[in-house]
Each structure stands twice: as C-alpha cells, then as structure tokens.
C-alpha cells in the first residue's frame, strides 16, 4: 500500500529557519540587554522586517563575534534566502564549537539532505539524538533516508524509538505497522495495527453513571450541576466536557456547548465522536460553513481508523490468515459509512451555502436533497477532466454513501488507473469489492501492493525535498506543466502532484478534500 510513501515526507516541511526563530526566543542568555537584542531580531525577522534585523544583527555580531545565538540567527536568514550551502557552513561552524547543540545538528542534517549528502545528513541527525533521543524530527528524517534506500528494518528502528517516546501516536503506529509489513515480520504487523485500533480515542468509552442517566432521563439542569461541581474537584477529561456540552444543548444553551466542545476536542482532537457532535451542533445553530468544515475533519478521522483495519487485513493476509482477514475487511467496510456519509453532508452543505439555497428559510433547510445536486456537480465536471482522478474518488465517495458500490468501483477502477498511488482510492475500492460480495478479489487488491521498487521510492523521496523549497517546488510544476501541454493532450499535472503529496503527507487530505468541495461548490452557485 501506497500509505508507507508517508513516512518519505514526515518533517521535511519543518521550516528550518522558523525553528531557530523560536529557539533564540525561548533560550536563555547571559545577560538580559542580549536577550532583548536577539529576541527583538528574532521578532523583526517573523514579521517580515528582514531589512531592520539584518541591521540589528551585524551591530550584534561585531560585539558578540563568537555569539552562538548570532551564529544562529545568521544561518537562519541564510536559509530564508535558500542559500542552503551558506546556512551549512554557518551551522557546521558552530557545531565544530558546540556538539551538543541538537537544533543545529538536525537543520544541518536538513541542509546536507537538500544538498544530496544524505550519509552526512544521516550523521548529524545521529549526532541530534545522541543527546536528545527523545525528539520527533530527527528519527523521522532517518527513517526517510532509511526507507528510500530500502533498509525496512533500519527505518522500523526508528518508528520503534518514536513510539517508546510517544506510545499512544496512532499516526505513527500505523506506519510502523506498514513497515513491519514490507519485512515480512506479520506477527509484529498485526499486535501494532491492533494497537492503533485499541488507543484511538473513540475506544476509550466510559461505563455509564449518573449523568449519563440524568441526560438520558431529559434532566440536563441536574446533570449540569452535577458537571460543574465535578469540573470544580478535579480536571475534567474530553469525555466528561463532551457530557457537559451534550447537557447544556438538551438545556437549550447552544454557545455554552460549544465551547464544552471545544475544550474536549483540545484534550482530544481526533476523538471521532466529539468532532461530530461539534459539527451537529454547528448545524443546529444554522451555522453550515463550520458544520460542513468539522464534517469534513471528522471524515479524515474516521478514514485513519480505517487505515489501521487496512493494515491489520493486509498482514492477516499476508500471513496466510485469509478467514481473519475478510473478518477484519468486514469492519472496515462496517465504518466506513461513517466517511461517505460524513463527506455528503458536508458537500451538500457547502453547495447549499454556495447557491444560498436556504438562505430565507434556515429553520426549514433540508440539506439532504442538495445530494443529488452534488452527483450532478461533479459528474458535469467528468468530460472536461478525463485525468482528473480526484474528481472520480470524490464522485465514487459520493455513490459509496448512496451505497450504490458497484458505480463507485467502476470511478475507483478508472482513478487507479491515472493514478495508481492513490492511497485512499485503494483502500475504498477493496471496501467497494467487499460490499458486492466479491470477498477474495478485495484482499487480492490490497496484497498486491505491498512492495515498492527503489525507483519509486527515490522518486517519491526527492518529491518530498523538492517540496521543501516551495520556491524551486512551484518553479518545476511550472515547467511541467508547460512539457506536458505541449506534448500531452490533456493531461494535469497539478492534481496528480496533489496526490503524489496527500500520499507524502505534505498536503493535508482534509484542506485539499476541503478546497475540491469549495471549488465544485462555487462551479455550481455560478
């Protein structure tokens, strides 16, 4: 499956010289007059005053010549240039001076892996977590490096040390998972995608109590009363704020459930249940641009459950397990009604908003019929963008929530086709075999893709560095863009890049599913 490509453009979007920006603003200095000067170029350079920092730094380092921090900021408007050769000899410099200075052994590590140095790149990010095995970016970029040069297990080692440091990453596991995969090492497979499923959040459902049955009595004056007294003893949990918000809608205090909503989703901002209760009440308070944004996230949330079903299938199957692995299929396909739908409400909500449909009569909107407008939308759409393999997995999402499976294979099929990396497409269309009764050609699908050719994987890796100089990055689909027109006949290049880049992880799959919708949406009002 193509989601391992994820683990090639983890950290890589780190802005480098933000990093530093924010590091000479926390550290700490031998004397407050230079902690105000430095922090104070810092600042000036965060807002884009470039010309007054440069200024203020050169008087600085003519003081301070051997200053760290100097050395630093120096480096960081080296990198604000994209002079990534310049920046590596500030920062190698100082390195020589201060080893254990990780924040400069990680951007030089960044620096030699543009420059194509990736066995130094490699040393320093080893140099980094000598000191501080703990941090994120450094065993991410490793196991990137690792991973495009097909060293599974060395790259597995990594995601290893990130989940002791960070056991309860659901993301994480479940691209350790697909590593363990492409070893062959099934057993370890299965207990990681397991976990995944076990820690997400929407697993962790309380026993019911008091409250509970006040709510389900109707009493949401008593069980607000009892909630704040309880918020009063001890800091209440996400699931003990998610109760509150549902006691003060049934009370009739909308704004007051909100922000009970919002602070659960702060202590737990994947819990699936919890997003969708926000956007239900966004849509109760006649609010659908937020409903439908909320809809949309809770979408993606529900797809990373089903990522770990995938997954644990996959490794079942791969195993020779071949009953576990319908079985568990058989899950996937039971959640995810939960995304298609989640997808057609929002889609129906933004059209709805965009053609003002019900902008005289809120109280009496009925967004379920903008469904089939939206069909109509986007299949309007398919003979002006034959390659577009975004707009046929919308349209199969789409039909998948009419639970019409047989039409949704057929545009999965058809986007598999433009485009075989689709992660998403992959994993929807084994669903859509599974629900037509087609059992074995579901898990042949997704076993068939398991390993990558080094090609691949290198391709997909200097994408991810590419992207990284979002200057160069816009230049190149400039000139590919223009290649292909002229010798390609209609072909787009841009929404097969964003695919390249949702399946990297650079681009978001919930902003760039958000953009479409808005797009078709706007079409539509027209």
Same mark, same amino acid.
Not at 112 to 130: I, M
């Given at each position: 499956?193509?989601?391992?490509? +994820?683990?090639?453009?983890?950290?890589?979007?780190?802005?480098?010289?933000?990093?530093?920006?924010?590091?000479?603003?926390?550290?700490?200095?031998?004397?407050?007059?230079?902690?105000?000067?430095?922090?104070?170029?810092?600042?000036?350079?965060?807002?884009?005053?470039?010309?007054?920092?440069?200024?203020?730094?050169?008087?600085?380092?003519?003081?301070?010549?051997?200053?760290?921090?100097?050395?630093?900021?120096?480096?960081?408007?080296?990198?604000?240039?994209?002079?990534?050769?310049?920046?590596?000899?500030?920062?190698?410099?100082?390195?020589?001076?201060?080893?254990?200075?990780?924040?400069?052994?990680?951007?030089?590590?960044?620096?030699?892996?543009?420059?194509?140095?990736?066995? @130094?790149?490699?040393?320093?990010?080893?140099?980094?977590?000598?000191?501080?095995?703990?941090?994120?970016?450094?065993?991410?970029?490793?196991?990137?490096?690792?991973?495009?040069?097909?060293?599974? +297990?060395?790259?597995?080692?990594?995601?290893? @040390?990130?989940?002791?440091?960070?056991?309860?990453?659901?993301?994480?596991?479940?691209?350790?998972?697909?590593?363990?995969?492409?070893?062959?090492?099934?057993?370890?497979?299965?207990?990681?995608?397991?976990?995944?499923?076990?820690?997400?959040?929407?697993?962790?459902?309380?026993?019911?109590?008091?409250?509970?049955?006040?709510?389900?009595?109707?009493?949401?004056?008593?069980?607000?009363?009892?909630?704040?007294?309880?918020?009063?003893?001890?800091? /209440?949990?996400?699931?003990?704020?998610?109760?509150?918000?549902?006691?003060?809608? &049934?009370?009739?205090?909308?704004d007051q459930a909100l922000i009970k909503y919002?602070?659960?989703?702060?202590?737990? /901002?994947?819990?699936?249940?919890?997003?969708?209760?926000?956007?239900?009440?966004?849509?109760? &308070?006649?609010?659908?641009?937020?409903?439908?944004?909320?809809?949309?996230?809770? %979408?993606?949330?529900? !797809?990373?459950?089903?990522?770990?079903?995938?997954?644990?299938?996959?490794?079942?199957?791969?195993?020779?397990?071949?009953?576990?692995?319908?079985?568990?299929?058989?899950?996937?396909?039971?959640?995810? /009604?939960?995304?298609?739908?989640? %997808?057609?409400?929002?889609?129906?909500?933004?059209?709805?908003?965009?053609?003002?449909?019900?902008?005289?009569?809120?109280?009496?909107? !009925?967004?379920? @019929?903008?469904?089939?407008?939206?069909? !109509?939308?986007h299949s309007c759409r398919l003979p002006y963008?034959?390659?577009?393999?975004?707009?046929?997995?919308?349209?199969?999402?789409?039909?998948?929530?009419?639970?019409?499976?047989?039409?949704?294979?057929?545009?999965?099929?058809?986007?598999?086709?433009?485009?075989?990396?689709?992660?998403?497409?992959?994993?929807?269309?084994?669903?859509?075999?599974?629900?037509?009764?087609?059992?074995?050609?579901?898990?042949?699908?997704?076993?068939?893709?398991?390993?990558?050719? /080094?090609?691949?994987?290198?391709?997909?890796?200097?994408?991810?560095?590419?992207?990284? !100089?979002?200057?160069?990055?816009?230049?190149? &689909?400039?000139?590919?863009?223009?290649?292909?027109?002229?010798?390609?006949?209609?072909?787009?290049?841009?929404?097969?890049?964003?695919?390249?880049?949702?399946?990297?992880?650079?681009?978001?799959?919930?902003?760039? %599913?958000?953009?479409?919708?808005?797009?078709?949406?706007?079409?539509?009002?027209?």
């Amino acid at each position: 499956m193509s989601k391992i490509f +994820e683990i090639l453009g983890r950290a890589i979007t780190a802005d480098p010289a933000e990093l530093i920006w924010h590091w000479l603003c926390e550290v700490s200095y031998p004397s407050l007059a230079r902690a105000q000067v430095v922090r104070e170029i810092a600042s000036l350079a965060q807002q884009g005053k470039d010309e007054s920092a440069r200024d203020m730094l050169r008087l600085y380092q003519f003081e301070f010549p051997q200053c760290a921090k100097g050395q630093m900021a120096e480096a960081a408007f080296a990198l604000q240039s994209t002079q990534t050769e310049t920046a590596s000899q500030i920062l190698a410099k100082l390195f020589r001076t201060q080893p254990a200075n990780t924040l400069a052994a990680y951007i030089l590590g960044l620096c030699c892996e543009q420059l194509q140095r990736e066995s @130094q790149a490699a040393q320093f990010y080893h140099d980094c977590l000598k000191f501080k095995n703990y941090l994120h970016l450094p065993h991410q970029r490793l196991a990137a490096i690792y991973l495009k040069n097909c060293q599974y +297990e060395k790259a597995a080692d990594e995601y290893e @040390q990130l989940i002791f440091e960070h056991p309860d990453d659901v993301s994480t596991l479940i691209l350790l998972g697909h590593l363990y995969l492409a070893q062959n090492r099934f057993d370890q497979a299965d207990d990681t995608f397991n976990k995944a499923i076990l820690i997400h959040p929407d697993n962790f459902a309380q026993e019911p109590d008091d409250i509970d049955d006040l709510i389900e009595q109707g009493d949401a004056y008593r069980a607000c009363e009892l909630l704040e007294s309880l918020s009063l003893q001890e800091r /209440p949990s996400a699931q003990t704020l998610a109760k509150y918000g549902d006691a003060l809608k &049934m009370a009739d205090c909308p704004d007051q459930a909100l922000i009970k909503y919002q602070q659960a989703l702060e202590l737990s /901002p994947d819990c699936l249940e919890i997003n969708i209760k926000l956007g239900t009440l966004h849509l109760q &308070m006649h609010q659908a641009e937020l409903a439908a944004k909320q809809f949309n996230k809770s %979408m993606e949330i529900n !797809d990373q459950i089903i990522d770990a079903y995938i997954g644990l299938c996959i490794s079942q199957a791969k195993a020779g397990r071949q009953d576990q692995a319908e079985a568990t299929l058989s899950l996937a396909a039971a959640i995810h /009604p939960n995304s298609a739908i989640l %997808m057609a409400e929002a889609a129906s909500l933004k059209l709805a908003q965009n053609s003002k449909l019900f902008e005289n009569e809120p109280l009496q909107a !009925d967004y379920s @019929q903008c469904l089939d407008q939206v069909i !109509d939308a986007h299949s309007c759409r398919l003979p002006y963008n034959q390659n577009d393999p975004q707009l046929r997995y919308r349209l199969a999402i789409l039909f998948m929530s009419l639970s019409q499976f047989e039409r949704a294979a057929e545009l999965l099929c058809k986007t598999l086709q433009i485009n075989p990396s689709h992660h998403r497409a992959q994993t929807k269309l084994a669903i859509c075999l599974h629900q037509t009764g087609q059992k074995e050609p579901a898990i042949n699908h997704l076993t068939a893709d398991t390993y990558f050719e /080094p090609k691949m994987l290198d391709l997909h890796y200097k994408t991810a560095l590419l992207y990284a !100089d979002r200057v160069k990055f816009a230049s190149s &689909m400039l000139n590919l863009e223009r290649q292909l027109e002229d010798n390609y006949a209609g072909s787009d290049a841009g929404v097969n890049i964003s695919v390249v880049l949702q399946n990297l992880g650079l681009l978001h799959r919930e902003t760039a %599913m958000w953009e479409s919708l808005t797009d078709v949406a706007a079409d539509h009002a027209l």
